[in-house]
């Protein structure tokens, strides 16, 4: 069942932004290179092109080791592979190819142990895999020119809630408390709808915004928020349809606004104080974008020094307000600088915004808090955390 706990809302704020530090990941041969994913500790997996062959290798780095390969398992035919989510454990997930080009779920445990998990139906190709609390990977994959769900989880395929067990559809995003997010059709792809899954019952279908015709969930945070993305209904006026980034919450949709003169936008990721990256596009020209109360804005206008060059793609956002993205010639990880504990929402002002995630994440820490709402990280969001925002208010 979905619960979904209000905001107490005192009174509006000004629109306050952090500036960013951009560390760039090294890459080793000049090639192709994508961050795909970064957790709570700034580990950052993805992938590279061999320095030898123009295959993906995958890369774990973090900033006191660097870059380090991910090894790919001998003997199964497999000529690359990408990672894609990395846990706070240190669990990556993400796919590994053989020559056919199609992706194979492949998870690297934190025990040292690598297996590669070779799905069932013609062509099987794997999309998306998300990891769980709990260590269970969800996902979904096409195979016989259909979409299907999954749930792995020690070594066995869980059954699927009622909706995908009957209908096709998958798994794109999942929080910390086991709550996902996707998508689930009928008879075509092309009619996708987006869903919510609390882990145990049902899944729950969402109506699609206006004027839209079908959608996904991408991401979805403690609260139950999903990010997700639509494409538009043809018309006259739009007679090439583009797709929009949107946030759901409490059965109504709030539209990313796009970046002034883009035409269409795209989501990446999403962390538990409502921050969205993604990018917005027009022909050829996609820019990364950092969303967060409404406001769009221009990823790169962000980085401190001033930073000439144009980041084209956003990745994954952690609970940090970390993000991972790169230009044309290089992986960054962005850090906001100047947070403090209080700044709760990491927008580098201690305001009633922050008092507003402490009322509603109030009482003791559970899956659907916000962690940086126990400012001082006692297991409890109560007077004392409330007083840590009062304590550091931004005038």
Known sequence: MLLLIGTLSISASAFAQCQYEAFAIPETCNGGWTPWGVNDYSTVVGLQAGCSSANWKPFVWTAETGTNYLPIPPGQGLVEATGVRVANDGTIVGYAKKSDSLNNLIIWRPDGTVKVYFMEGTDP???????????????????????????????????????????????????????????????????????????????????????????????????????????????????????????????????????????????????????????????????????????????????????????????????????????????????????????????????????NYVLRCWGPVGPTTALRADVNGDGLVDAADLAEVLGAWTP
């Not at 020690?154 to 996707?182: C, I, K, M, Y």
């Not at 015709?213 to 139950?224: A, E, L, M, N, T």
């Not at 006259?236 to 949107?246: G, K, L, Q």
């Open 125 to 355: 190709n794997v999309n998306q895999p998300a990891i769980r609390f709990d260590g269970a990977i969800l996902g979904e994959f096409s195979a016989d020119g259909l979409l299907h769900a999954f749930i792995l989880k020690d070594d066995e395929f869980l059954p699927l809630p009622a909706l995908l067990a009957r209908e096709h559809g998958g798994f794109q995003g999942v929080n910390r408390s086991g709550w996902a997010t996707g998508r689930h059709y009928v008879n075509s792809v092309l009619e996708d709808h987006p869903i919510f899954w609390d882990g145990e019952s049902d899944a729950i279908p969402l109506d699609l915004p206006a004027g839209y015709s079908r959608g996904y969930g991408v991401d979805i945070d403690c609260f139950g928020r999903i990010a997700g993305r639509f494409r538009q209904l043809p018309s006259r006026r739009v007679p090439i349809p583009a797709w929009h980034a949107y946030v759901w919450e409490v059965g109504s949709y709030s539209m990313v606004p796009l970046l002034p003169g883009f035409t269409s936008s795209n989501i990446s990721g999403m962390n538990d104080v409502g921050q969205v990256v993604g990018e917005c596009s027009k022909p050829l020209s996609p820019r990364a974008y950092l969303y967060q109360y409404g406001t769009t804005t221009l990823l790169s206008s962000l980085i401190t020094p001033a930073f000439s060059d144009i980041l084209t793609g956003t990745y994954d956002i952690n609970e940090l307000g970390e993000i991972t993205t790169k230009t044309a010639s290089q992986m960054y990880l962005l850090r906001p600088i100047g947070v403090v504990p209080a700044d709760v929402d990491i927008n580098c002002r201690v305001d009633v915004n922050d008092i």
